[in-house]
């Protein structure tokens, strides 16, 4: 992949080299990016890749900035040998950087999350699955799945390739898994976004003979060698429902940034299975209640999922 001047200090800025952030500086948050690419802008350099090559007292001069604030700016643009060796060592298996200011970044991202969408994440496997329709089937692990939510869950997947989506999960245990070993049966795509152990994740057999066979991207906003935390599962399901047109939830321990994406509108159409106590706080503040998903009907609300900036429907308007 090519890395514009703009990408590669995107990099610099805002990726943690190592997987317990033990840097010299503190990366850049999304927010604290967004802040500093319109202190370039009005300081008349245009672009942020132009801040290569500026001293700390440059900083200082042309963002405005304090001696603290551009120590920490210069101290991060200079970690480029450090960056192109973990670029190149991931690059080995498989794993690419890809950034808001790279071509392959999903579009999707930006029109949904504007100033929140992440400027980098991890990518390993198929890119252009990131354009395809997805229908993202969410859960978290440690609960058991029932043979109700087994046959809820078949049914999407295979109603859902069928109609040419991509399977959309977290990459955890329990729902995650079942819809990706259903995804693998019915011949479907695949995308996964995980909440860490990404570099773990993909050597897993299932996963590793779907992106072998080009049919499976996986995702990580952390770290590839970083540990799975609730806080990386709640960063990573924004980005989760906002690729996605519609995702159904079925379990959750409402920890996990549901709510957040329901009230920004990540994904406009959030179902949420009335099976689940915890899913009552989701419904309440707007996913769609789905009590029986076999009495849906894919074909017909197809149409509304594609046109994901529409106004929400009652799901009971749209049953055979």
Not at 5 to 16: G, I
Not at 294 to 319: A, C, K, T, V, Y
Request: hydrophobic letters at 40%.
């Amino acid at each position: 992949m090519n890395y514009t001047n703009d990408a590669y200090v995107t990099m610099l800025l805002t990726m943690a080299l190592s997987p317990n952030r033990e840097e010299y500086a503190r990366p850049l948050s999304t927010q604290e990016l967004k802040q500093l690419e319109e202190r370039v802008r009005a300081g008349g350099l245009h672009h942020i890749g132009r801040l290569m090559n500026i001293d700390i007292g440059g900083l200082m001069l042309q963002l405005d900035i304090s001696e603290e604030e551009a120590y920490r700016i210069y101290t991060l643009l200079n970690r480029s040998v450090q960056l192109s060796y973990t670029v190149e060592n991931y690059l080995h298996k498989g794993i690419e950087v890809v950034t808001c200011y790279n071509d392959e970044y999903p579009q999707r991202l930006k029109r949904r999350m504007e100033d929140a969408a992440p400027p980098v994440f991890y990518r390993c496997g198929n890119q252009e699955l990131l354009n395809s329709p997805m229908l993202a089937i969410v859960g978290i692990s440690g609960v058991k799945t029932s043979p109700e939510v087994r046959d809820s869950i078949e049914m999407l997947v295979r109603n859902g390739v069928r109609l040419g989506y991509t399977i959309l999960t977290g990459g955890e245990l329990g729902v995650s898994r079942v819809a990706m070993n259903l995804a693998t049966e019915y011949g479907g795509n695949l995308v996964e976004v995980l909440g860490g152990d990404m570099q773990a994740h993909i050597q897993e057999e299932g996963v590793a003979e779907l992106l072998a066979a080009n049919r499976a991207a996986v995702l990580s906003l952390e770290h590839p060698e970083a540990l799975f935390t609730v806080s990386h599962a709640i960063a990573r399901n924004k980005l989760l429902f906002s690729l996605a047109e519609a995702a159904f939830i079925f379990n959750t321990d409402g920890k996990r940034g549901e709510l957040d994406a329901i009230r920004n509108r990540y994904c406009d159409w959030i179902y949420a299975w009335t099976g689940c106590a915890n899913n009552r706080a989701l419904i309440a503040r707007g996913a769609i209640p789905v009590s029986n998903v076999s009495e849906m009907n894919l074909g017909e609300l197809s149409p509304h999922w594609r046109n994901s900036q529409s106004e929400q429907m009652n799901i009971f308007d749209l049953f055979d």
